[in-house]
Structures are given as structure tokens and as C-alpha cells.
């Protein structure tokens, strides 16, 4: 995401299609800073291989290869398009707003939950369209991960944290799913927003603070400059990876639009 490239090892055998990626970058630090040695880490990434092994995923291959349950695990991932260029042209995805709509295949088992990305290739071997995708993961995003609708305060508390106060007339709104993963693909659904803008009966701002979130609060409640600057803010402090985007969006209660104000 966000153009972040990282180094990783993949290990599989002969006709296996499933197999972990095992990412170097942070083994790379620990190197540096002399906390650990390599002999340690060919051990610990034996240790992962070997888990891996055994792990259900290992075992999903004839599901993971079948068009069926791609297609009922096809889930929205939504990531910055100017930003994504390069991985745009190799993946089907749709464009909103200054947003592009990726689509993600979900793995779950009793344990764990992971994923893979759909690319170009997957559409050929599969032969499904944009629209097969796209169908199928609006039918599935919010069966497979929820929605949360949460005040910001409350949230912060609960997590031990200060409130911040930017001045606002309304405690804001936090929309995102129950794993609070990838959670802004909550705005492919126009409906969270058409009932928190009747049950508030004003327009809203919806501010994009991460991949993760949507906060969203009444249209009145601050000027669309300011609402900028404290976006902007935010994403200073957030890891790159996890930067959605720079603008503010507005959800028009009487159309039922999303736009981003000029």
C-alpha cells in the first residue's frame, strides 16, 4: 500500500499454492542494532515455515483455487489512487472519490484471519469481470467484518488515552468494522452514512484518518479548512502504510451524495 515495498522470503514446495511470505525488514533492524544474530534468525524463520506447514491455511488449497470461494470471500480494501499507481495497473479496482476500491480474498479459520490481494491474472483464471468483484464484495464486506459506530471520546478512553480537543461542536462519530482493519471500506455503503445523516438531520463530513477508520461528524460542526488541517495532522503522525488520504469528503443528506468540497 502507498508504494511501501518490502523484502520477503517465500518458501514452498513443488505444486504448493499456499505459503506464508516471511518479511525481512524488521530481522534487517534487529541485525543493525546488534540484538540479534543470523544464526537466530535462520531459526526463527524455520520455526515459521514449519508452523506454517501446518497450519488450516496449508490446507485450503482446493478452496483458495475454486471460483466459489473467491467469490463469497471477496471483501473491498480502499487505498489512496495517486499513491497506488504502480499497483493499480496490475490489479481490477474501481475509482471513488480521489480513492481506488481494491479487492481482497479473505482466509479464515479458528484461529487466524489473512488474505490475498486479487490481481490482474486471478480475473483470467477464474473469469470473472470488475463487476463479478464488485458485486460480490459489497454482498460480502460488511457480512464477513461488521460495522462499528462509536463515539471518538468514548473510543479514546477506553483506550487509555487524552481527549483532544479541536474545538468541534459534537463529539465526532467513528465508523469502522469489528476488527478495526481496514475499516474506511465502510464508505462503499452509502447507507451508514443516509442513517447517521437522518438521525442527526444535518449533512456530514466524513474525514478519512487512516485505512482503518472513517470519522464522521455533522457539517456544521467545524469549517471545511479547519477539518483539513486536522486531517492533515493526523496523518503526519500515522505509518505510512496506513495514510489513506489528504481530503475531507461531504455526504449530501438530500442526494445521497459523497463528494469532496471544493
Do not use: W
Not at 16 to 43: A, G, M
Request: proline residues 2%; glycine residues 4%; negative net charge.
Amino acid at each position: 500500500n502507498n508504494g511501501i515495498e518490502q523484502i520477503g522470503l517465500n518458501i514452498s514446495f513443488q505444486r504448493q499454492h499456499v505459503c506464508p511470505i516471511i518479511y525481512l525488514d524488521e530481522y534487517f533492524k534487529l541485525i543493525e542494532n546488534r540484538s540479534i544474530t543470523i544464526q537466530q534468525i535462520k531459526e526463527e524463520v524455520l520455526t515459521i515455515f514449519k508452523k506454517s506447514m501446518h497450519s488450516e491455511e496449508a490446507d485450503m488449497t482446493d478452496f483458495i483455487l475454486n471460483k466459489d470461494y473467491m467469490l463469497r470471500n471477496i471483501y473491498y480494501s480502499v487505498v489512496n489512487k495517486e499513491r497506488n499507481q504502480h499497483l493499480l495497473q496490475n490489479c481490477p479496482h474501481c475509482e471513488v472519490l480521489d480513492l481506488a476500491v481494491l479487492f481482497r480474498c479473505c482466509i479464515k479459520n479458528s484461529s487466524s484471519r489473512s488474505s490475498f490481494l486479487i490481481y490482474n491474472n486471478h480475473m483470467e483464471t477464474f473469469g470473472v469481470s470488475i463487476k463479478d468483484l464488485y458485486d460480490a464484495a459489497y454482498k460480502n464486506t460488511l457480512k464477513l467484518f461488521g460495522c462499528d459506530i462509536d463515539n471518538l471520546s468514548s473510543l479514546i478512553k477506553d483506550m487509555g488515552g487524552d481527549i483532544i480537543d479541536v474545538s468541534l461542536k459534537d463529539d465526532p462519530i467513528v465508523v469502522s468494522n469489528h476488527d478495526k482493519m481496514e475499516g474506511a471500506s465502510l464508505i462503499m455503503y452509502s447507507q451508514i452514512f443516509e442513517n447517521l445523516s437522518q438521525k442527526l438531520n444535518a449533512d456530514l463530513y466524513i474525514l478519512p484518518s487512516s485505512i482503518h477508520e472513517l470519522i464522521i461528524l455533522k457539517a456544521d460542526a467545524a469549517e471545511a479548512n479547519e477539518l483539513k488541517e486536522i486531517v492533515h495532522s493526523v496523518n503526519m503522525t500515522l505509518d505510512k502504510e496506513d495514510f489513506l488520504s489528504d481530503s475531507i469528503y461531504r455526504y449530501d443528506k438530500d442526494s445521497g451524495l459523497i463528494i469532496i468540497p471544493s
